[in-house]
């Protein structure tokens, strides 16, 4: 048997990795400028005039902020106070952490879907909706053995999104248990994008049943939905599911060019950069600050990742 010897002085990078540290510099400082101008977004919060000191408009982009470096509570207070970004906003003094914790009480999802509408447009060509689990458990081994707080099971939670396949921004986000069937939330999202007019909706066999052909059909949209290879062709209530199941019989290739059924990973990419750049676990405890957290992700997403 032969051996092969690794010649060290043969060896030659293929890829040279450089980093334009000023290109860089330039591109956050700039996205934490777009979060500052967000103000102006959220003046709605500070109505009716309260007797507090700090203004919820303010304590909200502070959220933003916790997010988008995936920091704590106190991390961001501190960095509020040392970087001076409480002048930048215009406030007398920095708050504690404990004043920006106390911020999610009031919030709402209506108000935080009614600000990220203001960056979608009313009308789309392809629509795309999936989901996905987010951890909500972040304590590590040691702490795990240390303290006897073993789970019997891994607490997730499912986050539901459509997404506008073309410009990447999502449109709308639901947070259910992890258990929760995808189809059963499909009626649920369209029914809160009453205000948006989509042509094609996407989704992948989860999808399949007739109850969801019959509400993107009432939507006004066509359905983009592959069905199951053992599908009847019986309508049973549901033409439009029949004419998928016959169009895809007769000639696949032909209706995955026609729905374009290949842009349907752009939701797959999508989750994959929100994860990436905010975190793969959820910081709240409790389900309604979750809710709130996640429409916090997307608003940063859609103004941060994809602002056109």
């Not at 902020?65 to 920091?71: T, V």
């Not at 970087?83 to 952490?97: D, I, S, T, W």
């Not at 006897?148 to 639901?174: A, E, G, N, P, T």
């Not at 989750?271 to 957290?293: D, N, P, Q, V, Y």
């Amino acid at each position: 048997m032969q051996k092969t010897r690794q010649q060290k002085d043969k060896w030659e990078r293929n890829k040279e990795v450089s980093i334009d540290w000023k290109h860089y510099d330039e591109s956050r400082l700039s996205e934490c400028k777009r979060i500052i101008d967000l103000t102006t977004v959220f003046q709605e919060l500070d109505k009716p005039v309260q007797r507090r000191e700090f203004r919820l408009s303010h304590l909200t982009v502070l959220l933003m902020f916790k997010i988008l470096f995936s920091l704590s509570y106190r991390s961001i207070a501190n960095a509020t106070k040392d970087l001076c970004v409480y002048q930048a906003l215009g406030m007398k003094r920095a708050p504690c952490y404990n004043t920006i914790q106390n911020t999610m009480e009031y919030l709402d999802t209506w108000f935080l879907s009614h600000i990220n509408s203001l960056y979608i447009s009313k009308h789309i060509v392809l629509g795309g909706i999936d989901s996905s689990g987010m951890k909500t458990n972040r304590k590590g081994a040691w702490v795990q053995i240390r303290f006897h707080k073993f789970q019997k099971r891994r607490d997730f939670k499912k986050i539901h999104i459509f997404v506008d396949l073309d410009s990447k921004k999502i449109i709308y986000c639901l947070v259910t248990k992890g258990t929760a069937s995808d189809h059963k939330q499909l009626k649920k999202i369209l029914k809160k994008c009453d205000w948006i007019r989509v042509d094609i909706v996407l989704g992948d066999k989860g999808y399949d049943t007739r109850e969801c052909f019959t509400e993107i059909t009432k939507h006004g949209s066509i359905p983009g939905i592959k069905v199951r290879k053992n599908a009847v062709r019986k309508s049973r209530g549901c033409t439009s599911r029949r004419k998928a199941v016959l169009a895809q019989q007769k000639d696949y290739d032909g209706w995955k060019k026609k729905v374009h059924a290949t842009m349907r990973c752009v939701v797959e990419a999508v989750f994959s950069g929100t994860k990436r750049r905010f975190g793969e676990h959820l910081f709240s405890l409790k389900a309604r600050f979750r809710r709130i957290e996640v429409w916090l992700r997307t608003i940063l997403w859609n103004v941060l990742i994809y602002p056109r």
